[in-house]
Every structure is written in C-alpha cells, then in structure tokens.
C-alpha cells in the first residue's frame, strides 16, 4: 500500500476493506481498527472520514448503492428498449464475484439496519435506488409506470439475488434466462 493516497482513493480503498472484513467476519465484527488494518492503513488515517464504526456502516451501504447506480448508468447508449431492461436488471444481481460482495455486503447491513435506527435511512435509500431500476424497467417494457408491476418485479430481482448467493453455483445462466423470460411476460401483459 503505498504511503500517500488522496482522499478518495483513501475512502475507496477503506470501503474495499471494510466490505471484505464485512463478508468474512459479519458486520459486528467491522471496527474502525480491523477495517484500517484491512486496508493496510493506520487507524488513525481512518478516524476523520469514519470517526465511528456507524459512519463506516453508513458509507459502506452507500457505496453499494453508488456503484450500482454506475453501472446503470455506463450500459451503453445505444440499447434501448426490452434489451435495456433486461441489461439494468442484471447490474442488480450478484452474477460476479463483485457483485456477489456488493449483495452480501448490502443484505448483512441491510439486515443490521433492522435494529440501528441511525443505518435505516441508508437502508431505506438503498432499497429505492434498486426499486428506481424495476420502475425504469417496466416503464421500458410497458410505457406506464403501475406499482404492483413494479413491487413484483423487485421482489423477483430479490428472490434471484438470494437465491444466487445461498446456491453459489459458478453457472448463473439460470438467472438471466428467468430475468429475461419475466420480462418478455410483463412486456407482453
């Protein structure tokens, strides 16, 4: 790790750490301490960014969402339609290794916002940036925006998410083939 790193290579580099600390050893386990030596950084670097163990548990969920929103919006210009649908819906999946982290990561600080009143509006924040991405996919596929398409399609997202990460199966065909053939429904409902 080199000695000199800017700020947001610094908070990337933090946030890399404590998602890894958060996947292997739960988020209880996540202290500002551990995370730092993760990160191969002196706690006391980490201590004006994440003075407490809640503002890295806040930025970490963050940060999941953030990077989901990128990849969103890097899908190139040039889809449209059902196949651009269909492309912002499997951002959301943990079909890779890093968004297999991201989701593990996003669930265990999802489920810990259950009883942390100060992480429930990350969580919340979280959960509407992923229901944004249903509601553009079915305003896509049907021109109308209609709520119970949208809920469904979102528990459908979630429900594959899981069952990705429980099954670990390295062949996730399985998955897009479902996201696909639930879309090709809802565009001919």
């Known amino acids: 790790m080199p000695r ?17 600390v958060i996947a292997r050893d739960g988020v209880t386990a996540m202290t500002v301490r551990k995370v730092a030596a993760e990160a191969g950084l002196p706690p006391s670097s980490l201590r004006y960014t994440f003075p407490t163990q809640a503002a890295m548990r806040e930025r970490a969920l963050v940060s999941a969402s953030e990077r989901i929103v990128e990849r969103v919006h890097a899908l190139p210009a040039d889809i449209s339609g059902a196949e651009r649908a269909e492309a912002a819906l499997l951002e959301l ?15 265990a600080l999802g489920i810990a916002a259950s009883t942390d009143q100060d992480l429930e509006p990350y969580r919340i924040a979280a959960m509407d940036t992923l229901r ?47 996201i696909a053939t639930h879309l090709a429904q809802l565009a001919a409902s």
Request: net charge negative.
């Open 132 to 178: 944004e991405v249903c509601a553009t996919a079915v305003e896509l596929l049907t021109t109308r925006q209609d709520r119970l398409l949208v809920d469904h399609l979102h528990a459908v997202v979630d429900g594959l998410s899981l069952h990705l990460l429980i099954s670990k199966a390295p062949d996730t065909n399985w998955a897009r083939q479902v």
């Open 93 to 107: 999946l943990p079909l890779d290794e890093e968004r297999r982290l991201e989701m593990e990561v996003f669930l």
């Open 4 to 20: 000199y790193l800017d700020a947001a290579e610094r908070d990337r580099t933090v946030i890399a750490a404590a998602w890894r």
